[in-house]
């Protein structure tokens, strides 16, 4: 996590504490990012900590989310600001890297983002132009991490300081990137601000992988269609499995597993099983799927892809075609299957129906 750099024992817990918060989903509370971004921004000493994910849109980017905390007042301006830029920018609108598809040379990396644009390119780039340097920002490092899912962008997280920063500045962010990468995935697949228990049991269905609500003894309060017919194919080898997901001794990874916080409720986590290796016929039965509804090559692709659990966009990025192509071929899915969501397709497809 920190390569030589050896943190001081109140760092070692303030990373503990604060990626404690953002593994844990508090129901009612809403997105964990405001309340962590300013402890993160004091630990890192960063002049200000940033996230945000754009979303390609036909003509821009729009902004799904803008969190940011600074030392010195940059008030609602710089998200109103960023929102109107991001609305026409190009695809490469920084110029460094591609904005809907990181070259692998940028993902999950640490990158000074002025350190890999010649001065004159940055200068003349709209984003200085348009909204960095009305803020004030323009001559700040620009020190960054892509955080993505497969190869599209999940979330530009990352700060704007006066120097570079050292190695333990480097070190402290790095320590949080994937806490922050797991966050930002939970929080697209939640909806950012659930807002009631019952509200993610409806939210279970929007998720094609098989997905659990369950207690620290691994009892099942609610499930997906998908992992009902988990259930019934396999009961006993997806009983362990969350058993072992629960059990710190264990190494479950084939589970993500997420904790949930209710007021006045015992806790429970959301366990998604995001390996096909659970299901031993998942593949002999993506085959017999695409044989009995004709499917063509790439509709099976992309079937294989939903039955793992996989975003559009970790598909698009995947097989290197836009989103929009993607939704087209998962509507055909659903038509041929008879069903309108993801989670009863891939029970279906498990289920031989």
């Not at 497969?150 to 962010?173: C, I, K, M, T, V």
């Not at 479950?252 to 997420?258: G, N």
Request: proline fraction near 6%; charged fraction near 25%; glycine fraction near 6%.
């Amino acid at each position: 996590m920190s390569g030589s750099v050896k943190f001081a024992p109140a760092e070692i817990d303030g990373i503990r504490e604060l990626t404690r918060e953002l593994d844990t989903v508090c129901v009612g509370a809403g997105s964990a990012l405001p309340r962590v971004l300013p402890e993160i921004r004091r630990l890192v000493e960063a002049d200000v900590l940033l996230v945000y994910c754009p979303v390609e849109r036909a003509v821009g980017w729009e902004l799904e989310r803008f969190d940011f905390d600074s030392s010195y007042d940059l008030a609602c301006d710089f998200k109103s600001r960023a929102m109107r830029f991001f609305a026409s920018a190009p695809p490469r609108y920084g110029g460094a890297f591609d904005a809907a598809r990181p070259e692998a040379s940028q993902r999950e990396r640490f990158v000074d983002a002025l350190a890999v644009m010649p001065e004159a390119e940055y200068e003349s780039s709209r984003i200085y132009q348009l909204l960095l340097r009305p803020m004030g920002l323009h001559r700040h490092r620009q020190p960054r991490v892509l955080l993505c899912e497969s190869q599209s962008l999940l979330g530009w997280f990352g700060a704007f300081h006066p120097e570079p920063f050292d190695r333990r500045q480097r070190a402290l962010l790095m320590a949080f990137v994937e806490p922050m990468r797991r966050r930002l995935q939970i929080e697209r697949q939640l909806g950012a601000a659930p807002g009631a228990a019952s509200m993610l049991t409806t939210v279970l269905d929007q998720i094609g992988a098989p997905a659990f609500i369950i207690t620290k003894n691994a009892r099942i309060m609610h499930l997906n269609a998908a992992a009902r017919a988990l259930l019934e194919q396999e009961r006993n080898e997806t009983v362990r499995v969350l058993q072992d997901a629960l059990d710190p001794r264990a190494s479950a990874t084939d589970v993500q597993l997420t904790p949930i916080c209710e007021p006045g409720s015992a806790p429970c986590w959301l366990a998604i099983i995001r390996s096909c290796s659970v299901h031993a016929r998942t593949r002999a039965a993506v085959a017999e799927a695409a044989l009995r509804w004709q499917l063509t090559p790439r509709q099976q692709e992309v079937l294989t892809r939903i039955v793992a659990g996989d975003t559009t966009a970790a598909i698009a990025a995947e097989l290197n075609v836009t989103e929009r192509a993607i939704e087209l071929h998962v509507t055909r899915l659903f038509d041929q299957a008879g069903v309108d969501g993801r989670a009863a397709l891939v029970a279906k497809v498990l289920m031989g129906g």
